[in-house]
């Protein structure tokens, strides 16, 4: 890294001589003193002499640590560190070693294996106009997914916990960077396939470049919204969705339009009936099935009325998506059926009224369905 201004006037100048008592002259263009409480900036021209009586103003001591490389300790230590994960994936017929630690968990040469070459990267060959290390880095969320070899870090890769969500997702990584040197051997493959198993039951959301999104589109990442620039790159948010779980449901009224919800025994959300679909069985014969067995509701498959298929978010399974085919009876109830099977309870709601026990796809998708 170049000097500063400030660092390369101070070299190039060797100060001056013939101060007068009690006074101080200064050759230097530009001089900054820095404390922990206060900043001092005093400019001169090195052709006009500049006299600061020292007793008329105080200047607190700079604090300055220095310490060399070896002698580093905070806040990684030297040598191998005492947690942290070593995966191994293969790459065609080898063995591809992965290291994954928390940043209180690297040590300071892996730190500078993994800066060095995120450096060569992003800023001496992409040219990347943002800053690159941020609070992230520093999270104990995070994790830093690096492929050692001789000459350091071969690749690299950040895994984050994003503080918001986006598209619905918090899982996220980026940083993915490959040693020049070693491109071409599906590298950051085996990064991203190490990454993605550590959340394989979560949707992730990642910014690709543009030019890399085949990479993530081979791990079942897709496309969302347009291109936007990001560090002066062309960018494309890419979702890789979650595990699906494929069920039929039936939208059930009384006759003063109240809507028929169960809750299955040991879950706090209230469903409507349906389930998942036996092997071989359409999702019109699901739905009449899965009505009976928690209801005692008997409807013939083919007279209920298809109102489409909807996606949300699993109610009783984290990190899934329902993807659920909907049913509407051809007539309405008028009396509270006696719970089955699995089911706990069963109840009317209202479906204008929105309560926080009902699952996110009656409230999200199928109320707005009546």
């Known amino acids: 890294m170049s000097a500063s201004r400030e660092e390369r006037a101070a070299s190039d100048s060797g100060g001056s001589t013939g101060a007068p008592s009690g006074g101080m002259v200064l050759g230097l263009t530009n001089m900054v003193c820095r404390s922990s409480s206060r900043s001092l900036r005093v400019r001169s021209t090195p052709t006009a002499n500049t006299t600061m009586n020292m007793s008329s103003m105080r200047v607190k001591r700079p604090d300055i640590c220095h310490h060399s490389w070896d002698s580093l300790t905070q806040p990684m230590v030297r040598g191998r560190p005492t947690s942290g994960r070593v995966a191994c994936r ?72 994003l503080p918001r969500p986006e598209r619905g997702a918090t899982a996220s990584f980026g940083r993915v960077a490959v040693r020049v040197d070693r491109r071409g051997e599906g590298l950051a493959a085996a990064l991203v396939a190490a990454i993605l198993d550590e959340v394989a039951t979560e949707p992730v959301v990642i910014h690709s470049q543009s030019s890399v999104m085949g990479l993530y589109e081979r791990f079942g990442f897709v496309p969302v919204g347009g291109e936007f620039i990001e560090g002066g790159i062309p960018h494309r948010t890419m979702i890789r969705p979650a595990p699906e779980i494929r069920v039929s449901a039936v939208l059930i009224t009384d006759d003063d339009g ?34 009976a067995e928690e209801t005692g509701i008997h409807i013939p498959a083919g007279d209920l009325i298809p109102l489409g298929q909807v996606r949300e978010a699993a109610a009783n399974e984290p990190g899934h998506v329902v993807v659920a085919d909907i049913f509407r009876a051809p007539h309405p109830i008028s009396v509270l059926p006696r ?9 009317f709601v209202d479906p204008h009224r929105v309560e926080p026990d009902w699952s996110p796809l009656f409230t999200h998708r199928i109320r707005h369905l009546l």
């Open 258 to 291: 109240r809507v028929l919800m169960v809750r299955k025994r040991g879950t706090s959300r209230f469903l409507n009936p349906g389930g998942k679909p036996e092997p071989g069985e359409e999702p019109a014969q699901c739905a009449a099935r899965e009505l």
């Open 339 to 347: 719970p089955r099977a699995e089911i706990e309870e069963v109840r």
């Open 90 to 161: 293969r790459r065609g017929g080898d063995k591809v070693r992965i290291d994954s630690r928390s940043f209180a968990e690297l040590t300071v040469d892996e730190f500078f294996g993994i800066a060095r070459l995120r450096n060569e990267v992003f800023y001496v060959e992409q040219r990347v106009d943002v800053p690159d290390f941020d609070d992230l880095d520093r999270c104990g969320a995070t994790r830093h997914w690096w492929i050692p070899d001789e000459e350091g870090v071969a690749a690299y890769a950040r895994s984050v916990r």
